[in-house]
C-alpha cells in the first residue's frame, strides 16, 4: 500500500485522516478481486464471502459501486455475472459514468490474466478494510474519552467491545439455511449418543434429565440461603464441565469469585475430588494414600482449562471485559459467578440498591447472549423462606434485591438441605440436597434429588432414583 494507490474517487474516509496520511488501502489489491470476480465469479464471490467482504470493504469508492453490483447480480437467478451486465446494472442505476464506464470495467477483466489469485487479493483487501476499521475505532475511542458523558469503567466496556466486533470472527449472522443444517447435525447426533442431554453436562444425571444440559446464551440463577452449598454447587459443575463430564469433551470455564481466592478454591476442589477432609489437612492428619490421591487430584485438576478472576467487588462493566477477554484467550464454554450481590455498578449506584442489581442482572443476561456461553451466577435468598414457614421451602419470589433476576434468567435454581431444618419431613437425612428447578424457559421444572458429603463440600448423583416432589 503506497501513496499511489490513492485515486480521485476515493472513500470520504480519507477526509478523517490526518494530515498528510492516507488510510491504508491498495487499489490494485482491489482491482485485481473485482477483475478476478468478473472472471470467476462462483468461485471468488465464494472466497470473498467466506472473508465477509462488503463494498464498504472497498477504499475506492467506484470499486464499493461494482462489488455491490456483482454481489447483486449474483444473487439474481439466471443473470449473468460478466462486465457487460454489471456496466448495465451501472447504467440503470445511473452510475455507469461513476465507476469509469464500459471501458474501465473491461480493463479491470484485462488487467487480471487469471481469477486464480482471488484468495491473495482479497486477503489484501481485507487486511486493509480492517486496519482502516481500527483507526476509525481509535478515533471514536478519543473522542468518547475526551467527553463526560459516559462513565470511564462503561466507556473502556464499550470500547473493548467496539474492537472486539472487528473480527470477522466475532460476527454472528448466519443463513437461515445454516442454522437449519446445524440443528439437524445436532437431531441426528443426539439420536445417536442417547444422552439425553443438548448442552454441556453438569455431571448430574437427574439435573441434566431436567435442564437437558447447560445451554450458550442461557441465564442460569444458582439461589440459596447462606450454608447450603451454592459455591460447592458451582464449582463442581465447573469442574464437571472443565473434566468433561458424561464422555463430553473437556470445556473451558471462567470462574469469577468475587468471596473466594483462588487458593481456597483449589483447596477445595482438591480436598474433594481426592476425598480428604480439609479440617484433618490442616492437622496434618493424612495417610500416604491420602496423599497419593492427592497428588492425582492435583495432576487431573492442573490440566482442567478453569481460569479463576478473584478481583474483589468487580465492576459489572469489568467482569464483562474480562469474560470477554477470557472467551477470546481461551475459548471458554461456561461462566461462573460468585456472587451476584458482591457485584457492584457504580452508574446506577445512586439509584439503589434495587435498580444497581437489575442493571447488574441484565449485563449477566447480555454477557451469555453475546458469548453465546451459559452463564451461572450465583444469588442470595432472602430470610422470607424462614419468615414464612418451619420448613424454609424458597420460592421465585424470594431472591433477593430485585425481581429482575427473575425475569432476566432463562433457569432458576433454588438449592436446599432439608437437614438445616428441623420441621422438614426430611432433615433426619443430612445427606439429602434438593435443587428445585423452579424456572426453565425452555423445559420443565420441579425438584431434582442429589447427594452433598459435608466433610468434603462435594455434590453426587443421588443414589436412588430422584422423583419430582
Same mark, same amino acid.
Given at each position: 500500500?503506497?501513496?499511489?494507490?490513492?485515486?480521485?474517487?476515493?472513500?470520504?474516509?480519507?477526509?478523517?485522516?490526518? /494530515?498528510?496520511?492516507?488510510?491504508?488501502?491498495?487499489?490494485?489489491?482491489?482491482?485485481?478481486?473485482?477483475?478476478?470476480?468478473?472472471?470467476?465469479?462462483?468461485?471468488?464471490?465464494?472466497?470473498?464471502?467466506?472473508?465477509?467482504?462488503?463494498?464498504?470493504?472497498?477504499?475506492?469508492?467506484?470499486?464499493?459501486?461494482?462489488?455491490?453490483?456483482?454481489?447483486?447480480?449474483?444473487?439474481?437467478?439466471?443473470?449473468?455475472?460478466?462486465?457487460?451486465?454489471?456496466?448495465?446494472? +451501472?447504467?440503470?442505476?445511473?452510475?455507469?459514468?461513476?465507476?469509469?464506464?464500459?471501458?474501465? &470495467?473491461?480493463? &479491470?477483466?484485462?488487467?487480471?490474466?487469471?481469477?486464480?489469485?482471488?484468495?491473495?487479493?482479497?486477503?489484501?483487501?481485507?487486511?486493509?478494510?480492517?486496519?482502516?476499521?481500527?483507526?476509525? =475505532?481509535?478515533?471514536?475511542?478519543?473522542?468518547?474519552?475526551?467527553?463526560?458523558?459516559?462513565? =470511564?469503567?462503561?466507556?473502556?466496556?464499550?470500547?473493548?467491545?467496539?474492537?472486539?466486533?472487528?473480527?470477522?470472527?466475532?460476527?454472528?449472522?448466519?443463513?437461515?439455511?445454516?442454522?437449519?443444517?446445524?440443528?439437524?447435525?445436532? %437431531?441426528?447426533?443426539?439420536?445417536?449418543?442417547?444422552?439425553?442431554?443438548?448442552?454441556?453436562?453438569?455431571?448430574?444425571? !437427574?439435573?441434566?434429565?431436567?435442564?437437558?444440559?447447560?445451554?450458550?446464551?442461557?441465564?442460569?440463577?444458582?439461589?440459596?440461603?447462606?450454608?447450603?452449598?451454592?459455591?460447592?454447587?458451582? $464449582?463442581? %459443575?465447573?469442574?464437571?464441565?472443565?473434566?468433561?463430564?458424561?464422555?463430553?469433551?473437556?470445556?473451558?470455564?471462567?470462574?469469577?469469585?468475587?468471596?473466594?481466592?483462588?487458593?481456597?478454591?483449589?483447596?477445595? $476442589?482438591?480436598?474433594?475430588?481426592?476425598?480428604?477432609?480439609?479440617? !484433618?489437612?490442616?492437622?496434618?492428619?493424612?495417610?500416604?494414600?491420602?496423599?497419593?490421591?492427592?497428588?492425582?487430584?492435583?495432576?487431573?485438576?492442573?490440566?482442567?482449562?478453569?481460569?479463576? !478472576? *478473584?478481583?474483589?467487588?468487580?465492576?459489572?462493566?469489568?467482569?464483562?471485559?474480562?469474560?470477554?477477554?477470557?472467551?477470546?484467550? #481461551?475459548?471458554?464454554?461456561?461462566?461462573?459467578?460468585?456472587?451476584?450481590?458482591?457485584?457492584?455498578?457504580?452508574?446506577?449506584?445512586? !439509584?439503589?440498591? +434495587?435498580?444497581?442489581?437489575?442493571?447488574?442482572?441484565? $449485563?449477566?443476561? =447480555?454477557?451469555?447472549?453475546?458469548?453465546?456461553?451459559?452463564?451461572?451466577?450465583?444469588?442470595?435468598?432472602?430470610? *422470607?423462606?424462614?419468615?414464612?414457614?418451619? *420448613? /424454609?421451602?424458597?420460592?421465585?419470589?424470594? &431472591?433477593?434485591?430485585?425481581?429482575?433476576?427473575?425475569?432476566? =434468567?432463562?433457569?432458576?435454581?433454588?438449592?436446599?438441605?432439608?437437614?438445616? #431444618?428441623?420441621?422438614?419431613?426430611?432433615?433426619?437425612?443430612?445427606?439429602?440436597? %434438593?435443587?428445585?428447578?423452579?424456572?426453565?424457559?425452555?423445559?420443565?421444572?420441579?425438584?431434582?434429588?442429589?447427594?452433598?458429603?459435608?466433610?468434603?463440600?462435594?455434590?453426587?448423583?443421588?443414589?436412588?432414583?430422584?422423583?419430582?416432589?
Amino acid at each position: 500500500m503506497t501513496p499511489s494507490d490513492k485515486t480521485p474517487d476515493s472513500s470520504a474516509s480519507a477526509r478523517n485522516a490526518p /494530515a498528510g496520511r492516507i488510510p491504508p488501502h491498495s487499489a490494485e489489491a482491489e482491482r485485481g478481486l473485482l477483475g478476478s470476480l468478473l472472471l470467476d465469479p462462483q468461485n471468488a464471490l465464494a472466497i470473498a464471502e467466506q472473508a465477509r467482504l462488503t463494498k464498504d470493504s472497498f477504499f475506492v469508492n467506484s470499486h464499493q459501486l461494482v462489488y455491490e453490483a456483482i454481489v447483486d447480480l449474483a444473487a439474481t437467478p439466471g443473470a449473468p455475472v460478466d462486465y457487460l451486465a454489471v456496466a448495465e446494472r +451501472q447504467r440503470a442505476r445511473g452510475q455507469l459514468e461513476a465507476v469509469g464506464g464500459t471501458e474501465e &470495467l473491461a480493463r &479491470l477483466v484485462d488487467a487480471t490474466p487469471t481469477a486464480a489469485h482471488a484468495q491473495y487479493y482479497t486477503d489484501l483487501v481485507a487486511d486493509a478494510a480492517l486496519r482502516r476499521g481500527i483507526i476509525r =475505532a481509535s478515533d471514536e475511542a478519543i473522542s468518547a474519552s475526551f467527553s463526560d458523558e459516559l462513565d =470511564a469503567n462503561d466507556l473502556l466496556a464499550s470500547v473493548e467491545q467496539t474492537f472486539l466486533s472487528l473480527r470477522p470472527e466475532s460476527k454472528k449472522e448466519k443463513p437461515w439455511k445454516d442454522v437449519i443444517g446445524s440443528e439437524m447435525r445436532e %437431531i441426528y447426533r443426539l439420536v445417536e449418543e442417547k444422552k439425553g442431554i443438548t448442552g454441556l453436562s453438569t455431571g448430574f444425571v !437427574d439435573l441434566d434429565q431436567k435442564l437437558q444440559g447447560l445451554h450458550p446464551g442461557e441465564m442460569i440463577v444458582l439461589a440459596a440461603r447462606p450454608s447450603m452449598g451454592k459455591t460447592s454447587l458451582a $464449582m463442581n %459443575i465447573a469442574e464437571n464441565v472443565a473434566m468433561g463430564a458424561r464422555n463430553l469433551p473437556p470445556t473451558g470455564v471462567a470462574v469469577f469469585s468475587l468471596e473466594m481466592t483462588p487458593a481456597a478454591l483449589a483447596r477445595r $476442589m482438591l480436598c474433594g475430588r481426592a476425598r480428604v477432609r480439609g479440617s !484433618d489437612l490442616v492437622e496434618g492428619n493424612v495417610t500416604n494414600e491420602q496423599m497419593i490421591a492427592l497428588g492425582r487430584a492435583a495432576e487431573e485438576l492442573a490440566a482442567a482449562p478453569i481460569y479463576v !478472576d *478473584n478481583t474483589p467487588g468487580m465492576e459489572a462493566p469489568a467482569l464483562m471485559s474480562s469474560a470477554r477477554r477470557a472467551k477470546l484467550k #481461551y475459548g471458554i464454554g461456561l461462566v461462573v459467578i460468585d456472587y451476584l450481590q458482591l457485584m457492584n455498578y457504580n452508574k446506577f449506584a445512586r !439509584d439503589g440498591r +434495587q435498580r444497581e442489581t437489575a442493571a447488574i442482572s441484565q $449485563m449477566v443476561k =447480555a454477557l451469555a447472549t453475546e458469548l453465546d456461553v451459559p452463564v451461572i451466577v450465583l444469588s442470595q435468598l432472602s430470610r *422470607n423462606p424462614e419468615m414464612r414457614e418451619r *420448613n /424454609a421451602v424458597p420460592r421465585l419470589s424470594d &431472591l433477593r434485591d430485585s425481581g429482575a433476576i427473575e425475569q432476566d =434468567a432463562d433457569v432458576v435454581l433454588l438449592l436446599r438441605r432439608p437437614c438445616k #431444618y428441623p420441621s422438614d419431613k426430611n432433615s433426619s437425612d443430612e445427606r439429602l440436597a %434438593i435443587v428445585d428447578v423452579a424456572k426453565q424457559r425452555n423445559g420443565a421444572t420441579g425438584e431434582v434429588q442429589l447427594d452433598f458429603d459435608a466433610a468434603f463440600t462435594r455434590f453426587g448423583n443421588r443414589a436412588t432414583p430422584a422423583t419430582d416432589i
